[in-house]
């Protein structure tokens, strides 16, 4: 089977399409024959040499998540079938013709989308019902702010926090990002090179945020959040270290928290599908949410995939097709 490896750490050219042996499940595994894989900012920050991949996973394919078709079972499956049409969210690997993944990780294509869509959603959907859901505890009527609203990652908050009664404000860096936003169901779009987030929303103050960013965004953020706010990092690429008041966490009640979900074992990951499937799967099937999905690729022009990524003008997210 064919598969796109990172030869070493580097730019775009470091990818390159080769052939491997094939895949055999494990009893509780699927082997799916993958239609489309999804490009994600952590790939990206892999393939840099800056986001090492769990030990027990491919270290050199990356990819996080897959749409394709189940074509074997491994003796102890139950929920899924060979020919059923999935979606999955993996450890590492997903850059390949096949996949081999544990069934609970699995779910089943929505109606109504096709693999590149489908291919779209697990990374961005799981990440964020764990954070802003289920760490952040939102609730209808709370107000969360997103950094990053044309992200894969943001797109998908907006797009939940709104079908689920709660206000969105997030923050862009052009106005036509700020548009599309607003199309999605963002109340308010802060661009973020022109306007400081944190004086545009000091007076109304926010209850969750959503964070990417750290460094400089780290005391802003503090700044507005109202008090019992929750600050979730999910990432931290203005910068790792901050200084923190404990006096302000204290009186403001606040929570800090964050995580990364590709390390976390099949067990979480089964029961956070469960969560998305019960919570996120109707609002697509409905039409609530939409998939955005920005250009797709041949699998053989993975660099310029990726280059598209890097250059950042993309709102949604960038896919790889293996048809
Ligand atoms: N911890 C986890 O489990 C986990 C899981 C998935 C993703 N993530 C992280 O989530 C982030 C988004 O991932 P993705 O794949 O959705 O990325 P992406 O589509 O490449 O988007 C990156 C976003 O960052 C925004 N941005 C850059 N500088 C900014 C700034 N100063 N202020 C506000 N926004 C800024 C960009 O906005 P403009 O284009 O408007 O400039 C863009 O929307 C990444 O950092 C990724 O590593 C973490």
Same mark, same amino acid.
């Given at each position: 089977m064919k598969s796109i490896i990172i030869t070493q750490f580097g730019g775009p050219d470091v990818l390159k399409v080769v052939n491997v042996p094939n895949l055999d499940t494990l009893k509780n595994e699927v082997l799916i024959e993958v239609k489309a894989s999804g490009i994600n900012r952590s790939d990206i920050l892999q393939r840099e040499g800056?986001?090492?991949?769990?030990?027990?996973?491919?270290?050199i394919i990356p990819g996080l998540e897959v749409a394709g078709v189940i074509v074997a079972c491994g003796s102890e499956v139950t929920r899924f079938k060979i020919g059923d049409k999935v979606c999955a969210l993996l450890s590492g690997g997903g850059y390949s013709q096949f996949v081999t993944v544990n069934e609970g990780q699995c779910l089943s294509v929505p109606s109504g989308l096709g693999f590149i869509e489908a291919a779209s959603l697990p990374e961005t959907i799981f990440t964020v019902w764990s954070n802003v859901f289920e760490r952040?505890?939102?609730q209808s009527g709370e107000t969360l702010l997103?950094?990053? #609203?044309?992200?894969? =990652?943001?797109?998908?908050?907006i797009q939940i926090a709104h079908a689920l009664g709660i206000k969105v404000v997030?923050?862009?860096g052009s106005k036509s990002k700020a548009d599309f936003c607003y199309e999605l169901g963002a109340d308010l779009c802060i661009n973020y090179k022109i306007q400081d987030f944190e004086r545009?929303?000091?007076?109304? #103050?926010?209850?969750? =945020?959503?964070d990417m960013r750290g460094g400089d965004y780290f005391q802003k953020n503090l700044n507005i959040l109202n008090k019992e706010g929750r600050l979730i990092h999910i990432n931290s690429e203005g910068g790792d270290k901050v200084e923190l008041s404990i006096w302000e966490i204290m009186t403001k009640r606040l929570t800090i928290t964050g995580s990364t979900l590709r390390d976390r074992d099949y067990r979480y990951k089964?029961?956070?599908?469960?969560a998305v499937y019960q919570n996120v799967w109707s609002l697509i099937e409905s039409g609530c949410f939409k998939p955005v999905v920005y250009k797709t690729f041949p699998y053989w022009d993975v660099i310029e995939a990726h280059r598209c990524l890097e250059k950042g003008e993309h709102i949604g997210k960038v896919m790889l097709s293996w048809d």
């Open positions: 800056k986001y090492a991949a769990p030990a027990e996973n491919s270290i952040g505890h939102i997103v950094h990053g #609203g044309s992200s894969g =990652i943001g797109i998908t908050a997030t923050t862009v545009e929303l000091k007076n109304e #103050g926010v209850d969750v =945020i959503l089964t029961q956070l599908a469960n």
